[in-house]
């Protein structure tokens, strides 16, 4: 694949993993179709095992790895990534829509990647019982 490529990451970089015990899943619904040309999901096999970051076992991170594979897939299709597995995105060239949705799932021990609790307002935060809020890590250590 040639081209400009979003960087390989490993979802454990913001946090700090026992790359055996506790693994961040990642799962990618697909609204639309997508291939090469519009951007689709690059993964590297078998860098979970390896308990390196991309940036410490590769040179540029937006370059190709020559293990890598583009998961092309069609609307209504899943992908579920162990978070430690290297993955990134590709550009997409094809001007073409490209939607997913994306999940990810850690143990609550862990920091979110997205802090629920800074985005709920107050009248909202009151609406919601303790296992909901438990849910959004947005309990202030309550539960």
Not at 36 to 41: D, K, L, S, Y
Not at 44 to 52: D, E, F, Q, S
Not at 58 to 72: L, S, T
Not at 91 to 110: D, F, K, M, P
Request: include cysteine; charge should be negative; proline fraction near 4%.
């Amino acid at each position: 694949m040639s081209g400009i490529l979003a960087v390989l990451v490993d979802d454990a970089v913001q946090l700090e993993f026992d790359h055996a015990k506790q693994v961040p899943q990642r799962q990618l619904a697909y609204l639309d179709d997508m291939d090469a040309r519009n951007g689709a999901t690059r993964v590297v096999p078998g860098t979970h095992t390896t308990g390196t970051l991309p940036q410490e076992g590769m040179e540029d991170i937006r370059a190709d790895h020559p293990d890598q594979v583009v998961v092309e897939a069609r609307a209504g299709d899943a992908l579920l990534v162990n978070g430690h597995v290297w993955h990134g995105g590709t550009v997409n060239t094809s001007g073409e829509r490209r939607s997913l949705i994306q999940c990810y799932y850690v143990h609550s021990a862990h920091a979110p990647q997205q802090y629920q609790e800074l985005q709920l307002r107050d009248e909202v935060r009151a609406r919601l019982g303790p296992r909901a809020l438990a849910l959004l890590n947005a309990d202030r250590g309550t539960a």
